[in-house]
T-cell receptor, first 113, second 115 residues
Framework: AQSVTQPDIHITVSEGASLELRCNYS??????LFWYVQSPGQGLQLLLK??????LVQGIKGFEAEFKRSQSSFNLRKPSVHWSDAAEYFC???????????FGTGTRLQVFP | DAGITQSPRHKVTETGTPVTLRCHQTENHRYMYWYRQDPGHGLRLIHY???????DKGEVSDGYSVSRSKTEDFLLTLESATSSQTSVYFC??????????????FGPGTRLLVL
């Protein structure tokens, strides 16, 4: 069965530091991959998505993610974190030709000044 | 932002009472989804709809029913609320396009407390 793992429940970084959030998926073929962000009390906002092509995907708010087939990973990165990036981040996988997404359990990011 | 509203935004109810949550969209998207969000579980799909009067179960559908009589509205009903249904409920929409998996857009959520 398809699944998504976000190994880090909670990450704390200093403002200005680099960030990498991990996401691993289990799926037999190339999946469609998404990263969403959820600010406190808000709904989920799409950061970026990977369908095919270039394995390095650029998103909004300065985020990027890299698809690595050999590692079944789709890690999210940002070179310099801002205090406003404090939120919860969800990775999701969409099995090919389905209408549904499978979400990871999320990583909560805390940013210290 | 996608035009998705959820009502009510907050609700407190008692065990055993029926509850209906509403999701309304102005995007004319084909697909609509109901998720629940709980700590340590991420988002789990309850039910989804792929058209008017066309619905299907998700992974946590027990105790929930849905209806979609119009493209723009998707209702989630808890027939007899239980404390285990205390959660934050999110509606999402997506459209059928050229991609095999379409992006989902989320509403602001409904926080439900069952006492």
């Amino acid at each position: 069965a398809q699944s998504v793992t976000q190994p880090d429940i909670h990450i704390t970084v200093s403002e200005g530091a680099s960030l990498e959030l991990r996401c691993n998926y289990s799926y037999g073929a190339t999946p469609y991959l998404f990263w969403y962000v959820q600010s406190p009390g808000q709904g989920l906002q799409l950061l970026l998505k990977y369908f095919s092509g270039d394995t390095l995907v650029q998103g909004i708010k300065g985020f990027e993610a890299e698809f690595k087939r050999s590692q079944s990973s789709f890690n999210l990165r940002k070179p310099s974190v801002h205090w406003s990036d404090a939120a919860e981040y969800f990775c999701a996988v969409g099995p090919y030709n389905t209408d549904k997404l499978i979400f990871g359990t999320g990583t909560r990011l805390q940013v210290f000044p | 932002d996608a035009g998705i509203t959820q009502s009510p935004r907050h609700k407190v109810t008692e065990t055993g009472t029926p509850v209906t949550l509403r999701c309304h969209q102005t995007e004319n998207h084909r697909y609509m989804y109901w998720y629940r969000q709980d700590p340590g579980h991420g988002l789990r799909l309850i039910h989804y709809s792929y058209g008017v009067k066309d619905t299907d179960k998700g992974e946590v559908s027990d105790g929930y029913s849905v209806s979609r009589s119009k493209t723009e509205d998707f209702l989630l009903t808890l027939e007899s609320a239980t404390s285990s249904q205390t959660s934050v409920y999110f509606c999402a929409i997506s459209n059928s396009g050229t991609d095999a998996v379409e992006t989902q857009y989320f509403g602001p959520g409904t926080r439900l407390l069952v006492l």
